[in-house]
Structure formats: C-alpha cells, structure tokens
C-alpha cells in the first residue's frame, strides 16, 4: 500500500528558496523615511493642509462616483485629460489636445509607462547626475541599460558632454529633470533646445521631467514652449507638488506627438487609474488657482532661506523648486541626526556632504532654521531674527 502523504516533502522545503529575478536578489527596496517628527522636510510635499473649498469639492466629486465603483473606471480618463490639457496648454503657445496627455498614478507610473514603452533590452537611457534617484530603477525594471552624464561644478548639464554622450550611447530615452532634484537648478532654454535638437537626430525620445514646474522663477522656461517643434519631446508633470496632492498619486505627461499616448496605452495596466483618483485629481484641477494660491508664498520663503543659508556662511544654489541643497557642514551624518533630534527630518541625497531641505511653512522653516545653527554650533536663532510668518 502506497503511504499517503500530506503537505509537501520536508527536504522539497528545506532545500527551496524563491525563484526570484536573478539581478533582484538581495535588492532591498528603499524609501526616504516616513517618521512622524514635527517638521517632515525631506520630500518636497507641499506643507500645507488642503483648504476648506477643495476639501469640500474633492469630498463632493469622490460621493458622485462612489455608486458607480460597482463598473470598471473610465479607462482612458478622457475627462481628466481633457482638464489636464486645459492647464498645461496655457504654459504653451502650440495647442495641447486630450490626445497628447497622459495621466497615471504619479508620474513615476508615468515614468515607468514610459520605460516600458520606449526602454527595454537593447534599449538604454541617459540621464544627468546627480538627479532624480528613481530613473535607474524603472531602468533595471524594464531591463533598459541605463547611463549618467556627470554634471558640472555647479550642477549644470555639460551640454558638450550631453552631446557626446548622445552620439555615443544611442539612447532611445533622454531624460532632462528641470528643475533637477535634489539640486534645484534648471536647464536654460538654450541648452534644452541643443539637447533636444541631439535627441531628435539620433532618434531619442527627449523626456522632460518637470515635477517642480509651478515653483521655477519668473523667466525660466518650460519645455512646454517647445512641444510644436520636436516631435520626440514629452513633458512629465505631478500634481504631488505644488498641487498637495501628493497622497492622491496623480502625475500626467504632455506628449507633442499623440502616438506617444497611443504606445502608453499598449503597456498600461487596465484600469490603472481608479475612478477615485480621477474624480479627485478633476475637482482638484477645477480649484487649480487656490491649491496654487501658496506657491507664490513657498517660493518667498524659499528665496528667505536661501539668503539665510548664505547669510549663515553655508554653501548652497539658487532653487527653482521647492527645496534647496546646502553644503558646508564637516559631517552631514551628524548634523542630519541632530536636527532630527530636534524634530525636524530633512534629506541626505546623492552627492556627498550635501544636504537637502524642503520648504515648509513659515514656523517649518523656522524650526529648520534654529535647529540647523545648533546642530552646526552656532548660537540659537533668536526671537527678533525668525520671520514675520511665524509670529
Ligand atoms: C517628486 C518627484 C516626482 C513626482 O513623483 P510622483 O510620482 O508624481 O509623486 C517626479 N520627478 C521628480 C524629479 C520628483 O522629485
């Protein structure tokens, strides 16, 4: 009589481990710390709560599709890309369809749609570092070979070397951030157009990652200006920052050439922008002027730190977003811990002994402020230095 057996075989157990992804293993995800600390400056949100009438018109919007969640989301968002073509098209003189936008849960989702469109094996990508962290893991996930071109000194695109590079590397994906994160510097205008003209001779999509978009300073352009002339641009927006909308996972892509949209559709997930999302992310577009009424007042406290940082005898750059890197302490482990000792989380980012903060609300920059000069050793900030905000 055979034996019976129950369960799998010991030795089958013992012996298996997870047939995972070869180049996955012993990959560990990573994520900036979430910590409930009194000022949380170490990932760009928008620091302010969102106000009354949105709340009520976002809470109105998600009650008007609630029913309806029995039956799949409109699967193309057309209302939503409608409105977001709307927005972005009067930052542009070339007119922005519904057709050319693309929208997703945060433009990573749009990043990553991206990748998987126009990455892949044999394919590569070519960006500028130090940049945007996640470029080489939507990389590693569609098996596209990833490259960086250094930035200068100052953080500036090489454009001689872009160029190089280019030529050289045969990219099909290019990708400018502007304004860069965690720098905060900008590409100007002329040596995007240098870039993008590359892009178009070797046949490279030219991806514009333009996230901070809404905080650059007054004259800085957007690459929205040249959406009619390179058929290979596409611009990638979120409406996790200036928008505070960060929790709602809603980043789109303006694309001059709709069959971009057409070849995001192809990788997409079904569905993969719940009815919730898009009832929220529409109702927070139709309030698009109040939600943006407190980047006028980030950018003020921005520039006030920035001249404070500079005032104090740190080392620091000029920021078009949200944020600004700073250098000029003897140990950056150290002094991030001690400002997190006093309640305030900023971030450690890719180049070495820089440092990042983000603008927060008047007290916010405050804390920021006091906590920075203990933790380098100078005198706490007094009353009559704090700014008017704070009072
Ligand atoms: C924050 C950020 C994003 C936005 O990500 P979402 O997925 O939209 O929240 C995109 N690019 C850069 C460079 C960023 O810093």
């Keep these: 009589m ?96 519904a057709e050319q936008v693309w929208v997703a849960n945060g433009s990573n989702e749009v ?8 990455g892949g094996p044999g394919q590569s990508a070519l960006s500028f570092s ?19 071109v250094p930035r200068d000194d100052e953080f500036q695109i090489d454009v001689a070397l872009a160029l190089a590079a280019i030529s050289e590397e045969r990219p099909s994906i290019v990708i400018v951030t502007s304004p860069n994160n965690p720098t905060g510097t900008v590409l100007p205008g002329h040596h995007l157009r240098e870039i993008a003209d590359a892009a178009l001779a070797h046949g490279a999509m030219l991806v514009v990652d333009e996230a901070y978009a809404e905080f650059r300073r007054d004259g800085t352009p957007s690459a929205l200006e040249l959406l009619d002339q390179y058929p290979n641009l596409v611009v990638t927006r979120t409406m996790s920052k200036a928008f505070g909308l960060a929790g709602a996972r809603v980043g ?88 997190l000792d006093q309640g305030v989380l900023i971030r450690q980012p890719e180049p070495a002994g820089w440092l990042r903060v983000s603008i927060g609300t008047p007290r916010e920059n405050d804390m920021f402020r006091s906590a920075l000069r203990i933790a380098t050793g100078r005198s706490p900030v007094a009353h009559d230095q704090l700014t008017e905000g704070s009072r």
């Excluded at 969102?50 to 599709?65: F, G, I, N």
């Excluded at 130090?130 to 960086?148: C, G, I, L, N």
């Excluded at 999302?277 to 309030?287: E, M, Y």
């Excluded at 750059?317 to 002094?335: C, E, K, Q, T």
């Design 2 to 97: 055979m034996k019976e057996t129950h369960g799998a075989q010991t030795a089958d157990v013992a012996r298996f481990t997870l047939p995972i992804r070869p180049d996955l293993v012993g990959v560990h995800s990573y994520g900036a710390p979430q910590l409930d600390v009194a000022a949380r400056l170490n990932v760009n949100e928008n620091p302010f709560p969102l106000p009354d009438d949105v709340v009520e018109a976002v809470t109105e919007s998600v009650r008007s599709v609630v029913s309806g969640l029995n039956r799949y989301p409109d699967r193309d968002a057309t209302e939503l890309r409608a409105a977001l073509a709307v927005y972005a098209g009067a930052e542009t003189p070339a007119r922005v369809s």
């Design 111 to 118: 990043m990553h749609h991206l990748f998987l469109a126009f």
């Design 130 to 148: 130090p940049t945007y962290s996640m470029y080489p893991e939507y990389a590693r996930d569609t098996f596209t070979r990833f490259a960086f």
């Design 252 to 339: 789109y892509a303006i694309a001059a050439d709709s069959a971009v949209i057409d070849a995001l559709c192809v990788v997409r997930l079904p569905y993969h922008l719940s009815a919730v999302t898009q009832a929220v992310a529409l109702a927070a577009l139709g309030h698009a002027r109040t939600l943006l009424a407190q980047v006028a007042m980030l950018r003020d406290e921005r520039d006030r730190l920035f001249d404070w940082l500079v005032d104090e005898g740190f080392t620091t750059l000029p920021s078009d977003a949200n944020f600004i890197m700073f250098s000029g302490v003897d140990d950056r482990d150290r002094v991030w811990r001690a400002l």
